[in-house]
């Protein structure tokens, strides 16, 4: 009655909302990647670098706006799997990235409403850096030497006027006023212009036109995009608030050695440390060099990922030695999400594409419909096995048969709807297998009745009591000999054989659940109808049939 009513109730909650369960790419069509890493001594990479590079692809891949897309491991690959794209789309997407350090050329608000503006611009320049710009200083030397101490710290708050106070640094000079833009220089856009009063010499204008024609939001800001780090570029932060324009890449992501999160010793305030690699500490101290005595927002360096601003924080000083910190405003989850993309933000393995499948939508609806058709004849065969053996006993085992269909299908399709499971035709092929084995345990119980009825002449509802505490050992035993096997294939198998051991695995309980909860007490309600506990010669336990077996001999005989 239980299962009855639960079966009810999800049957009406997945027809009220029409669910169906979704398909793979082998059925509903699109292309799937398989990226192989490369070590430099052949063997398997670290788990952990794995998962890092599905993290980062999968957030590229996801970032482009595509639905449903599947990126996982699959043993040593990572498996990636793009519904509807073509060939040189999905390799495109997952093609390894680079963090990038651009030096800002200019700032505007993505937005029609202008940001606050930073204390050190001009008046009148709609500048769109955000509210705590963070800052970027040497890292404080072990002994402590002036020269090694912060020389920055991070624009506070904005004031009641909207407008960023930045603290006053070790090195300013008290009253100091900042330098302003230079309006000699350059082209002059209009007043309301975004970029109006900020000096536009150097900038290609085609990148000018790109600026003005980017569009930013909090859901569409570029990630995804492969910039070329030898052109200028227009990009979005990852607010979709801010748009900048952004010099040619000076330092690119494998330079970087590593980041990490911490707090400083003496304020207690989150800093994200960075560590560059030899040739990279060159080039960042060239470019920290080189902009830290220009006028805002020129004084700011970019880091940019799979083609989004991820912070544009101010230089305050040249800093050598390939070490340095970004501090302002940042709170320890912030500040390791941060150092997380700084030293992830190139794929941690170089990965070759092994194998790209494309798969039409025509050949998966014909694959689906050859799955579809298969598992009918299996289920019509079954069906007709258990009336012409069985007779009227058999009614009972294509009841279970149906109840069984009718649990797997709202199984698969809750799964689904909340876990992201999608239907593939490895699936489809061990769900058609199950029918068998499911019939196996109703095929171990009818006959434990019928031996308990030919060899203790019992009555039908006892026969159905005594067989059913025997014959529920040997099902458990067999399903669980099943489902052990099903978990170990799962595991230890990739891709396609996974899945059969998946739609294997979910069947075998599928099955334990149907045979206690509904046809052991379907059995027990029909032994008490007289049909059944008479002998009809059409129930399938006529007296003929549950004769002993020595009288069934002399019976045949005398025929």
Same mark, same amino acid.
């Given at each position: 009655?239980?299962?009855?009513?639960?079966?009810?109730?999800?049957?009406?909650?997945?027809?009220?909302?029409?669910?169906?369960?979704?398909?793979?790419?082998?059925?509903?069509?699109?292309?799937?990647?398989?990226?192989?890493?490369?070590?430099?001594?052949?063997?398997?990479?670290?788990?952990?670098?794995?998962?890092?590079?599905?993290?980062?692809?999968?957030?590229?891949?996801?970032?482009?706006?595509?639905?449903?897309? /599947?990126?996982?491991?699959?043993?040593?690959?990572?498996?990636?799997?793009?519904?509807?794209?073509? /060939?040189?789309?999905?390799?495109?997407?997952?093609?390894?990235?680079?963090?990038?350090?651009?030096?800002?050329?200019?700032?505007?608000?993505?937005?029609?409403?202008p940001a606050p503006l930073p204390s050190d611009a001009p008046s009148g320049s709609p500048a769109a850096t955000p509210a705590a710009t963070p800052a970027v200083s040497a890292d404080p030397s072990p002994s402590g030497s002036p020269a090694g101490r912060s020389l920055a710290k991070a624009l506070t708050q904005p004031s009641p006027s909207g407008s960023a106070q930045p603290e006053p640094s070790a090195s300013a000079s008290p009253g100091a006023e900042p330098s302003p833009l230079p309006t000699d220089r350059g082209t002059t856009p209009p007043a309301?212009?975004?970029?109006?009063? +900020?000096?536009?010499?150097?900038?290609?204008?085609?990148?000018?036109?790109? $600026?003005?024609?980017?569009?930013?939001?909090?859901?569409? &800001?570029?990630?995804?995009?492969?910039?070329?780090?030898?052109?200028?570029?227009?990009?979005?932060?990852?607010?979709?608030?801010?748009?900048?324009?952004?010099?040619?890449?000076?330092?690119?992501?494998?330079?970087?050695? @590593?980041?990490?999160?911490?707090?400083?010793?003496?304020?207690?305030?989150?800093?994200?440390?960075?560590? $560059?690699?030899?040739? @990279?500490?060159?080039? &960042?101290?060239?470019?920290?060099?080189?902009?830290?005595?220009?006028?805002?927002?020129?004084? +700011?360096?970019?880091?940019?990922?799979?083609?989004?601003?991820?912070?544009?924080?101010?230089?305050?000083?040249?800093?050598?030695?390939?070490?340095?910190?970004?501090?302002?405003?940042?709170?320890?989850?912030?500040?390791?999400?941060?150092?997380?993309?700084?030293?992830?933000?190139?794929?941690?393995?170089?990965?070759?594409?092994?194998?790209?499948?494309?798969?039409?939508?025509?050949?998966?609806?014909?694959?689906?419909?050859? @799955?579809?058709?298969?598992?009918?004849?299996?289920?019509?065969?079954?069906?007709?096995?258990?009336?012409?053996?069985?007779?009227?006993?058999?009614?009972?085992?294509?009841?279970?048969?149906?109840?069984?269909?009718i649990v797997t299908y709202l199984s698969v399709t809750v799964l689904s709807e909340n876990a992201g499971f999608r239907l593939s035709l490895p699936h489809i092929i061990g769900l058609v297998v199950s029918i068998g084995i499911t019939a196996d345990s109703f095929i171990v119980f009818f006959e434990r009745m019928r031996?308990?009825?030919?060899?203790?002449?019992?009555?039908?509802?006892?026969?159905?009591?005594?067989?059913?505490?025997?014959?529920?050992?040997?099902?458990?035993?067999?399903?669980?000999?099943? $489902?052990?096997?099903?978990?170990?294939?799962?595991?230890?198998?990739?891709?396609?054989?996974? @899945?059969?051991?998946?739609?294997?695995?979910?069947?075998?309980?599928?099955?334990?659940?149907?045979?206690?909860?509904?046809?052991?007490?379907?059995?027990?309600?029909?032994?008490?109808?007289? &049909? $059944?506990?008479?002998?009809?010669?059409?129930?399938?336990?006529?007296?003929?049939?549950?004769?002993?077996?020595?009288?069934?001999?002399?019976?045949?005989?005398?025929?």
């Amino acid at each position: 009655m239980l299962l009855a009513i639960i079966l009810a109730m999800g049957a009406a909650t997945i027809l009220q909302k029409a669910y169906i369960p979704k398909f793979g790419l082998d059925l509903a069509g699109g292309t799937t990647v398989t990226l192989s890493p490369e070590t430099l001594d052949n063997k398997a990479p670290p788990e952990e670098s794995l998962d890092r590079a599905v993290n980062i692809i999968r957030d590229r891949v996801n970032g482009t706006g595509i639905s449903d897309a /599947q990126v996982a491991k699959s043993g040593s690959n990572i498996l990636i799997q793009i519904p509807g794209a073509g /060939q040189e789309q999905a390799e495109k997407l997952v093609t390894t990235a680079e963090l990038r350090f651009r030096q800002v050329l200019a700032i505007g608000p993505a937005q029609d409403t202008p940001a606050p503006l930073p204390s050190d611009a001009p008046s009148g320049s709609p500048a769109a850096t955000p509210a705590a710009t963070p800052a970027v200083s040497a890292d404080p030397s072990p002994s402590g030497s002036p020269a090694g101490r912060s020389l920055a710290k991070a624009l506070t708050q904005p004031s009641p006027s909207g407008s960023a106070q930045p603290e006053p640094s070790a090195s300013a000079s008290p009253g100091a006023e900042p330098s302003p833009l230079p309006t000699d220089r350059g082209t002059t856009p209009p007043a309301d212009d975004p970029l109006a009063g +900020q000096d536009l010499s150097g900038i290609d204008p085609a990148t000018l036109q790109q $600026f003005k024609d980017l569009k930013c939001s909090a859901t569409n &800001f570029g990630q995804g995009v492969q910039d070329d780090p030898n052109k200028q570029y227009a990009a979005c932060d990852t607010s979709g608030q801010i748009k900048y324009i952004l010099d040619k890449a000076a330092v690119k992501g494998t330079e970087l050695a @590593g980041a990490s999160a911490g707090t400083d010793p003496t304020t207690g305030e989150w800093i994200v440390q960075v560590d $560059f690699k030899s040739a @990279g500490a060159t080039q &960042f101290a060239d470019i920290t060099r080189r902009i830290t005595t220009l006028p805002q927002p020129r004084n +700011q360096l970019a880091t940019v990922l799979d083609g989004a601003v991820i912070v544009a924080p101010t230089i305050n000083e040249a800093i050598p030695g390939g070490r340095a910190r970004i501090s302002g405003g940042f709170t320890q989850v912030t500040a390791s999400e941060l150092a997380d993309q700084l030293k992830y933000g190139a794929l941690p393995l170089k990965f070759k594409t092994s194998s790209v499948v494309t798969v039409s939508s025509t050949l998966g609806a014909d694959q689906l419909r050859g @799955g579809l058709i298969s598992g009918a004849i299996g289920l019509v065969i079954v069906m007709l096995y258990l009336l012409l053996y069985y007779r009227g006993l058999g009614l009972v085992g294509i009841a279970s048969l149906a109840v069984a269909s009718i649990v797997t299908y709202l199984s698969v399709t809750v799964l689904s709807e909340n876990a992201g499971f999608r239907l593939s035709l490895p699936h489809i092929i061990g769900l058609v297998v199950s029918i068998g084995i499911t019939a196996d345990s109703f095929i171990v119980f009818f006959e434990r009745m019928r031996d308990e009825m030919k060899e203790g002449r019992r009555s039908l509802r006892t026969a159905v009591e005594v067989a059913w505490r025997r014959a529920r050992r040997t099902i458990l035993v067999a399903d669980a000999v099943m $489902f052990i096997a099903a978990v170990v294939l799962f595991f230890l198998a990739v891709g396609d054989v996974a @899945g059969f051991a998946f739609a294997m695995g979910l069947t075998t309980v599928i099955d334990v659940v149907v045979v206690f909860l509904f046809t052991k007490p379907l059995m027990s309600l029909v032994a008490r109808t007289k &049909f $059944f506990s008479k002998g009809h010669k059409l129930s399938g336990l006529d007296a003929e049939r549950m004769a002993r077996p020595e009288s069934s001999s002399q019976s045949f005989q005398e025929a």
